[in-house]
């Protein structure tokens, strides 16, 4: 742990894919420095910006306007470079040119990997916050974006099951979350998706023909199936398919809802979040927190390694899905 004095200018990035809420996070970073009278520089295009010296000084003026807007100002990418040593040097030796005491990466797994990555070749000070609509990191119930993208995935599937009903059709929407399924599970739920198609658990198409034939049975004339984008199946047009040769009752469609998710205005849920989350990170360095991610947990925020954090995640509420099951008759 490094001690509070030693920390005279933080620099902050944003890493892999973008998601609402960073520009809040981003926004509480730097007024928290100014606050703490620390300088604070922002770095361009995550990883690959470092390592080009791709950087700009930012005080409480930077951040005017920006709690309410989607992606982020300081742009993101994912770095093949900083996968190397040579390029991991690079990025340490523009972090010593440039003064700069310690690292705040708002992104997530991949991010976090490369953060601890300086820690640990270069006892380089890193704090991480949780930016990624996946949701898919330990330590945290939820990360910035997952609130945001949901409600955008719930909207969105409102808007086809108008359709669905219209034309008595089945519609397999594919959600994003990599390998995860926490988009798909909270947005199945609020859907009434007759099935959620998740990488954590076995659906088979078996399965899913049952369900068809039994809601057949009670006349059920439209249907919303969300499969998750990591599911087993192989996506919605897969499942789609295979189901088609089976079971003919109802007409069927597909929709992959892709990078629309990712985009808009963040909730408020998010934009308070990402607000919690800056104060603690930059206030987490100055206490010498210095290899850990603020994590938010049972509406608190506390510091979790990053180690953990990267470790896997935490794990689906089968509660949700039970639910689901109960309600989706
Ligand atoms: O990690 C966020 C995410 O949107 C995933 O849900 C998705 O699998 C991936 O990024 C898509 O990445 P890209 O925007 O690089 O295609």
């Known amino acids: 742990m490094n001690k509070k004095s030693q920390i005279k200018k933080i620099a902050v990035m944003t890493s892999g894919g973008d998601s609402p809420g960073m520009n809040a996070a981003i926004r509480a970073v730097v007024r928290t420095s100014v606050y703490y009278e620390i300088e604070i520089t922002g770095i361009y295009r995550g990883y690959s910006g470092l390592i080009e010296n791709d950087m700009i000084e930012m005080n409480a003026r930077s951040v005017s306007k920006i709690i309410n807007q989607g992606g982020t100002i300081l742009k993101t990418s994912r770095s093949a470079e900083f996968m190397t040593y040579e390029g991991r040097k690079k990025a340490h030796d523009n972090?010593?040119?440039?003064?700069?005491?310690?690292?705040?990466?708002?992104?997530?797994?991949?991010?976090?990997?490369?953060?601890l990555k300086l820690y640990d070749e270069f006892n380089y000070p890193v704090m991480g916050i949780p930016g990624t609509i996946d949701n898919d990191l330990a330590c945290t119930d939820y990360t910035l974006g997952y609130d945001t993208a949901t409600n955008t995935v719930i909207e969105s599937i409102d808007k086809i099951r108008d359709t669905a009903n219209s034309h008595n059709r089945l519609f397999f929407i594919e959600v994003m979350g990599r390998d995860a399924g926490f988009i798909a599970l909270r947005t199945g739920l609020a859907t009434g998706a007759i099935s959620i198609l998740l990488p954590e658990q076995d659906v088979s198409?078996?399965?899913?023909?049952?369900?068809?034939?039994?809601?057949?049975?009670?006349r059920k004339t439209s249907s919303i199936v969300v499969v998750a984008e990591g599911d087993a199946n192989?996506?919605?047009?897969?499942?789609?398919?295979?189901?088609?040769?089976?079971?003919?009752?109802?007409?069927?469609?597909?929709?992959?809802?892709?990078?629309?998710?990712?985009?808009?205005?963040?909730?408020?849920?998010?934009?308070?979040?990402a607000s919690r989350m800056g104060v603690k990170a930059v206030e987490g360095l100055l206490e010498g927190y210095d290899k850990h991610m603020v994590g938010f947990i049972k509406d608190d925020i506390h510091y979790c390694e990053l180690s953990?954090?990267?470790?896997?995640?935490?794990?689906?509420?089968?509660?949700?899905?039970r639910i689901s099951k109960i309600l989706s008759i």
């Open 205 to 218: 198409i078996d399965d899913l023909i049952e369900i068809l034939n039994k809601n057949k049975a009670t």
């Open 308 to 321: 953990k954090a990267i470790s896997g995640t935490h794990p689906i509420n089968e509660e949700l899905l």
């Open 95 to 115: 972090l010593v040119k440039n003064k700069i005491d310690a690292l705040i990466v708002i992104g997530g797994d991949g991010s976090f990997t490369g953060a």
């Open 234 to 273: 192989g996506g919605a047009y897969n499942v789609a398919k295979k189901v088609k040769e089976r079971f003919s009752y109802l007409e069927t469609k597909v929709t992959v809802l892709g990078h629309v998710q990712r985009g808009g205005s963040p909730s408020a849920f998010d934009r308070v979040m």
